[in-house]
């Protein structure tokens, strides 16, 4: 991509760390934006510049990251009347990073279609830490010559980037990522549980869970750091973003035909969590409602 002028609007958990690393690493001038004045000031002491509005961004830049919240902010942000869309031109490339609905994915990219604008759904997937060292995964659907054009600027926070097939092949996949990984997180607060019960020290069954068949990236990120340690901190991924990906990836399964009733479990203990008012701590805490502690 020959532009030397990059636009990341979205500065939350994920974003932050991505635009940061997109700027020290790319040698390209990043413009951001975000709707709170306190990322902004901290990417400033990195050379990221601040803009006042995202349709200032998008009309001086070839390639816009989005990394918003869910489908609902992205909607906006693209349609509004100072939106994406208006300022959408020939050429330019439209990556978003977060997670959202499929359906509106294949809208979107056929609206800026229509302006001549390329569109990827690249949600990315790992931690916050993943997030900051610059080795997230990406899972990218588009067309796969648009991605070769972007690939480097993603290499700047991501050490695996998976072209997954057409247009929301991306959402598709990591939808379902998402879904395994908070069905599996569920499982080991259950296992917490009733090791906890039973008599058992939990530390010593994550430790010998994770030496057998059970070993898995949850396990040793969630389970070991999360859910033994009871540590669910505020500004990670909380419950209210993880019931929002396991809604889109119900909603799959309802086109597809399949009763996903592992999921549906997993959603009522978010909704749970959500009652119990811990709906902004990181997800695992749905392991503190298994044990009664909520």
Known sequence: MSSELIDFI???VMGEPMCRNLHQRSGRRVLAFDLRPEPLQRLAADGVEAAQTPGELAGKCDVVFVSMPSGKELTALAHDGN???QHARAGQVVVDLGTSPVSLTRELAAAFAE???AYLDAPVARTRQAAE?????????????????????????????????GVGSGQVTKILN???LFQTVTALSEAYAIARGAGVDPGVLFDALSK?????????NHGMKAILPRQFPLRAFPVSYAKKDLEYALELAADAGI??????????????AIDAGVGDAYFPVVSRILTGEI
């Not at 009763?259 to 749970?272: H, I, M, P, W």
């Open 259 to 272: 009763d996903a009733a592992g999921a549906r479990n997993v959603l009522r203990l978010f909704g749970q």
């Open 133 to 165: 060292s610059g080795t997230l995964a990406v899972m990218v659907g588009g067309d796969v010559a648009v991605l070769e054009t972007v690939r480097p600027l993603m290499a700047c926070f991501a050490s695996d980037i998976t072209h997954c097939g």
């Open 115 to 117: 302006r001549g604008a």
């Open 212 to 220: 057998g068949s059970a070993d898995s990236f949850a396990l040793r």
């Open 83 to 85: 939106g994406l869309l």
């Open 178 to 180: 998402n879904m395994v």
């Open 10 to 12: 979205g500065l939350g």
